[in-house]
């Protein structure tokens, strides 16, 4: 039976629970974007061909360019950060893997499928961080990646490109992860970059088989890749929108314990009464099932500011 991990999303089951239809809910349980890049007309072969080498080789590039990416580093697109983090335990015979916690579940979660021993400290065959941290912000340092196979999953760092690790991407054995859909808002597209070692990004390649993103994910994510004018002005955007919540939470009585400017991480008396009472206004949070006190919050989009400001 598949085991179903905890995360954000799920206003499905909210909507059961609490009433309404989806289209009445304001998802604030995710980090995603919630101003999306505006998707350009794409070209009519992008849907009716099997991608082309051209089309592969212009995401890339803008790829490169985007991430400063070091050039003796690979990069491989594919279909979703999630999807290459259920291969990487793969690439290496199973031994002890550190990830501290709390952090994004599905990293422990795949490296414990392919029969490897998660700890939280201590020597290690490999380890996983989340630079920034899911879901407290917690920033990593280089002397943090110490490990024969090294991962470092960036699906937040885009709205602080300055403390980007990439520069590691150099080292051998080491990959870092990046989600198209958390900072361009376009989580439906289903694009994510893995960087870094070439023998295990050609062997990531093998895994993913012929194809692994689609024509008008490539021509999507190459257009935004290239806009850079459009990633400074959101950068702007979504940091004050963050500090536009912290000051609303706090004069509520929440204490900010960290996150990025694409989601935000309070301490409050009690977590699922705040669910709760946001959801009897159709507004989805993001609860814990480690703790009885954080709350996150992703951002609003800005029509939604009136209906979270009456909620709260």
């Not at 196979?149 to 690790?165: G, N």
């Not at 597209?189 to 295990?200: N, Q, S």
């Not at 194809?211 to 459009?230: K, N």
């Amino acid at each position: 039976m598949l085991q179903k991990r905890d995360h954000g999303g799920g206003l499905d089951a909210a909507a059961v629970r609490h009433g309404g239809t989806r289209s009445d809910w304001i998802d604030l349980s995710t980090g995603i974007n919630p101003v999306p890049y505006p998707v350009p007309t794409v070209a009519t072969d992008a849907w009716t061909a099997l991608p082309d080498a051209a089309a592969s080789a212009r995401l890339v590039a803008a790829a490169r360019h985007f991430w400063d990416v070091p050039a003796s580093a690979d990069i491989l697109a594919t279909p979703g950060a999630s999807a290459v983090i259920a291969q990487i335990p793969r690439l290496a015979k199973p031994g002890a893997v550190r990830i501290q916690t709390p952090t994004y579940n599905e990293h422990a979660a795949s490296f414990a499928h392919h029969g490897w021993q998660v700890c939280a400290s201590g020597p290690a065959d490999a380890c996983v961080v989340v630079h920034p941290n899911n879901p407290d912000g917690r920033m990593w340092a280089s002397a943090d990646i110490d490990t024969t196979l090294a991962i470092i999953d960036e699906s937040f760092c885009d709205v602080a490109e300055q403390d980007s690790l990439m520069t590691l991407a150099a080292r051998p054995g080491t990959l870092v992860l990046k989600s198209f859909g958390k900072f361009w808002g376009l989580a439906g597209l289903r694009l994510g970059f893995v960087i870094g070692d070439p023998a295990l990004i050609a062997r990531l390649a093998d895994m993913l088989g012929p194809w692994p993103v689609s024509g008008v994910a490539l021509e999507v994510g190459a257009t935004a890749l290239e806009d850079a004018e459009w990633a400074d002005a959101t950068r702007t955007r979504l940091a004050t929108d963050a500090e536009r919540l912290d000051a609303l939470m706090a004069h509520r009585g929440a204490n900010i314990v960290g996150g990025t400017s694409l989601f935000r991480l309070y301490d409050v008396d009690d977590t699922q009464a705040w669910q709760d009472r946001l959801a009897q206004h159709h507004i989805w949070s993001r609860v814990f099932p480690y703790s009885t006190r954080w709350l996150r919050l992703g951002l609003p989009h800005p029509k939604d500011w009136a209906r979270v400001e009456a909620a709260l």
